[in-house]
């Protein structure tokens, strides 16, 4: 009966919402959770990654490790200023993760429909693919406030009249002024590289793992220590990409605050890090982010576990 295949349709796509809408809080809540728990060892990583293009830093005054670096920061800043940021992490991370973890589950209806877990090749090819495409998707609309976060996390002013920014607005606003929107997308390019092949590798290959790997009934514990694995391997092996954009967002807004531009490609900031700092310099901070990526694999399970309540 017509009336009663209408009513099929509209349950289904009801259905299909209320799905939706249950990825998109349990990405989003296991994001937040996960990244304010890891703040102060984000930052340390991120000041340490960034601190060849910082205009506040001199090089005899740049952190010479983890453990000098969370020193420095404490004695110098303070305690709170380990959180510094978190504010645009947390709104940034809100919907970057909740659209990436829902959006995920739908690429992977398109990757892995029909696709057996016997079929070993075709399976792991479209986890990755939806795990990447997923990424790449969330990307584009939260790229300002990762551009912010990273800002704000670099800026080692003690107060606010030291900072180079006062919070996530001024942040956005000063960088705007330098050069309109595109200058919010500084770094996108290879951010977008960087971003698919992570997110292809950290959630594809967790998906395949945990349904290869593991028991249906697999403890916590156990997830969480392949959620580490997966997550420390992708980190480790994306992080020059990810030092490579992270160097550019710091060259963002720059002529606008009155300080020159070193380099405004991919290209051009590997070169000039390679002839500058050497090779060790793309891997500055990877020991904080080893470290934070227990952060990546907690918010992996915290999804699984929000996402099967109710």
């Not at 912010?148 to 996390?153: V, W």
């Not at 405004?264 to 700092?277: D, N």
């Amino acid at each position: 009966m017509p009336g009663q295949r209408l009513e099929q349709v509209s349950t289904g796509w009801e259905s299909h919402v209320l799905r939706f809408g249950k990825d998109l809080l349990a990405g989003g809540l296991s994001g937040i959770v996960a990244k304010t728990a890891f703040a102060p060892v984000d930052r340390v990583k991120l000041l340490l990654q960034t601190q060849g293009a910082s205009v506040q830093l001199g090089r005899e005054q740049r952190y010479r490790g983890v453990v000098d670096c969370v020193w420095r920061v404490y004695h110098e800043q303070g305690f709170l200023s380990f959180w510094r940021g978190n504010m645009a992490n947390v709104v940034r991370y809100f919907p970057q993760q909740a659209i990436n973890f829902a959006c995920k589950d739908q690429y992977k209806a398109v990757f892995v429909r029909e696709v057996g877990k016997e079929d070993t090749w075709r399976f792991f090819l479209g986890n990755l693919a939806a795990g990447g495409a997923a990424g790449g998707t969330c990307l584009v609309g939260t790229y300002p406030l990762d551009l912010a976060r990273t800002r704000l996390a670099a800026d080692v002013g003690r107060g606010l009249s030291e900072r180079q920014f006062t919070g996530l607005f001024d942040c956005i606003v000063k960088v705007f002024r330098g050069g309109g929107v595109l200058e919010l997308y500084h770094g996108f390019p290879v951010a977008f590289t960087g971003i698919v092949i992570f997110r292809a590798l950290y959630m594809g290959g967790y998906d395949f793992l945990r349904h290869k790997v593991l028991r249906d009934d697999a403890s916590i514990f156990t997830r969480f220590l392949l959620a580490q694995v997966v997550t420390t391997t992708s980190g480790t092996l994306v992080y020059p990409l990810d030092t490579v954009r992270r160097r550019l967002m710091m060259q963002a807004g720059r002529k606008a605050l009155g300080h020159p531009v070193q380099y405004t490609t991919a290209l051009g900031a590997a070169r000039h890090i390679l002839k500058r700092e050497g090779v060790q310099a793309f891997y500055s901070g990877i020991l904080a982010n080893v470290i934070r990526s227990g952060g990546g694999a907690l918010m992996l399970i915290l999804y699984e576990s929000f996402s099967q309540i109710g």
